[in-house]
C-alpha cells in the first residue's frame, strides 16, 4: 500500500528520467540524420550536442523545479501518485505552452515534458 507521505527516491529519479530524456532526443536527432542521409561534420554535431546539453538542461532544472517538484509533492500528500495525474499536468502544461508559443515552437518541449514525467512516475516508486 501507498503511503501519503512516501515521495518516494525522486531526487535519483529526476536525474535519471532528465538523463534518459537527453539520450532519447539526442539518438533520435542521429537517426533522424541517418534515415534523411543528410549528415552533419563531426564539429557540426559536437557543437549542437554541447548546446543542447547547456539548453535542456537548463530547462529542464528550471522546470523541475518550477512545476515538476511541487506537482509530485502535491500528488503525494494529497493524491495519488498515478500515470494519470502525471499525464494531466503534462497536458496542462503542455496546453499552455502551445497557446503561449504555439504549436511549432513548443512540440520539442511537449515531447521531453512527457518523456521526463513518465520515466520520472516510473522510477520514483521502483525498488
Same mark, same amino acid.
Given at each position: 500500500?501507498?503511503?501519503?507521505?512516501? /515521495?518516494?527516491?525522486?531526487?535519483?529519479?529526476?536525474?535519471? #528520467? @532528465?538523463?534518459?530524456?537527453?539520450?532519447?532526443? @539526442?539518438? /533520435?536527432?542521429?537517426?533522424?540524420?541517418?534515415?534523411?542521409? $543528410? +549528415?552533419?561534420?563531426?564539429? $557540426?554535431?559536437?557543437?549542437? =550536442? *554541447? =548546446? #543542447?546539453?547547456?539548453? !535542456? %538542461?537548463?530547462?529542464?532544472?528550471?522546470?523541475? &523545479?518550477?512545476?515538476?517538484?511541487?506537482?509530485?509533492?502535491?500528488?503525494?500528500?494529497?493524491?495519488?501518485?498515478? !500515470?494519470? /495525474? !502525471?499525464?494531466? &499536468?503534462?497536458? =496542462? &502544461?503542455?496546453?499552455?505552452? @502551445?497557446?503561449?508559443?504555439? +504549436?511549432?515552437? #513548443?512540440?520539442? *518541449?511537449? @515531447?521531453?515534458? %512527457?518523456?521526463?514525467?513518465?520515466? %520520472?512516475? *516510473? !522510477?520514483? %516508486? #521502483?525498488?
Amino acid at each position: 500500500m501507498f503511503n501519503p507521505m512516501d /515521495y518516494g527516491n525522486w531526487k535519483n529519479s529526476i536525474v535519471k #528520467s @532528465v538523463s534518459l530524456g537527453f539520450l532519447a532526443l @539526442v539518438l /533520435y536527432g542521429l537517426g533522424m540524420q541517418v534515415l534523411q542521409g $543528410e +549528415f552533419f561534420h563531426a564539429h $557540426e554535431n559536437i557543437l549542437l =550536442i *554541447f =548546446i #543542447s546539453i547547456a539548453v !535542456y %538542461f537548463g530547462l529542464s532544472v528550471s522546470g523541475w &523545479v518550477l512545476v515538476g517538484i511541487p506537482t509530485h509533492l502535491a500528488l503525494c500528500r494529497w493524491f495519488s501518485p498515478r !500515470y494519470q /495525474y !502525471y499525464a494531466l &499536468v503534462c497536458l =496542462i &502544461v503542455s496546453i499552455l505552452l @502551445v497557446l503561449f508559443r504555439g +504549436f511549432a515552437s #513548443s512540440a520539442i *518541449f511537449i @515531447v521531453a515534458i %512527457f518523456l521526463q514525467a513518465g520515466l %520520472f512516475r *516510473f !522510477y520514483v %516508486f #521502483s525498488k
